[in-house]
């Protein structure tokens, strides 16, 4: 491979980690990347890191090879990487680090362009397109089958923290920084500063937005008595955190469009509750549906045409 190519193809990666939280920036995807890499190194679970690496590089040459007319442009931009990158950091950390676990791995990386491609198509008639729920279904999917086959244990429960009786001041703002980094399935402050840091340099108003979408999260769990350990680990605040991206930098709504992006955080969090509660019920992780439900849904009411008196 010479040398432009191999550029290339590391734009390519960098920009597909880049995209998971709507930034087609090398410098930003790099440290998305290097905060994926500390959080999980950090919390003992290196092969979440790689695991990632594997799910981006999969997802981008499957998407390259599989729509060859416009599959190396897109995957150039990162279109074909973020669903997979997500992926990747997702069945390591549900899962036992067996050969079979990275299989699976490597097969949803394969089908996260086509199930992008496919949902975008289905979703196009509603002016909105697929977000990161091509992750979400193929984790699902992945999960159940190897649940109900025996094939691949569940990951060992991390040691238990401690019980957080009482939030301080330095417990918030650990939770707020890692309502940031739990995008990417990553339980660590300094990761959550290194994505934040990551959005500024590609567009400040999106980490802006982000760091808002998380800190109004924590402040809802507080006033309504959230768990407590939850709101330490940033759980509540990952997919407003997608969505004060979403509503307030990328598809914004109206003359003025903070106030939509606020609606769009605080909407966020009955839906993460509703979804929290279904998914659960089937034994999986809520993930980032929350964001992809909300923000559809606004995205929708706004192109919705107006009719006058």
Known sequence: MDSKRLGKALLSLLNGAGQVMFQRDALAGALFLAGIFWGAFECGTPQVA??????LAVSTLAGVLAFRRRGESDGVQGLWGFNG????CALPTFLADTAAMWIALIIGAMLAPLARAALDRLL???????????FVLLTWALLLCLAASGAVPPAEAAPAAPTCARLSAATLAEGWLKGVSQVFLINSAITGALFLAGLAVSDLRAALWCAAGSAIAIGAAVLFNGEPRAIADGLYGFNPALTGIAIGS?????????WPAIAAII???????????LAGWAGLPTL????????????I?????????
């Open 124 to 134: 196009k008639p509603l002016g909105i397109g697929s977000l990161t729920f091509p």
């Open 85 to 88: 990158i997500l992926v990747g």
């Open 301 to 309: 009411i706004a192109r919705r045409p107006h009719r006058g008196n």
């Open 50 to 55: 790689w695991g990632a690496v594997l799910g």
């Open 250 to 258: 990328v598809f914004t709504i109206g003359r003025r469009p903070a």
């Open 288 to 299: 980032t549906a929350p964001f992809c439900l909300t923000t559809w849904i606004f995205i």
């Open 267 to 277: 909407a966020t969090l009955p839906f993460q509750a509703a979804v929290g509660a």
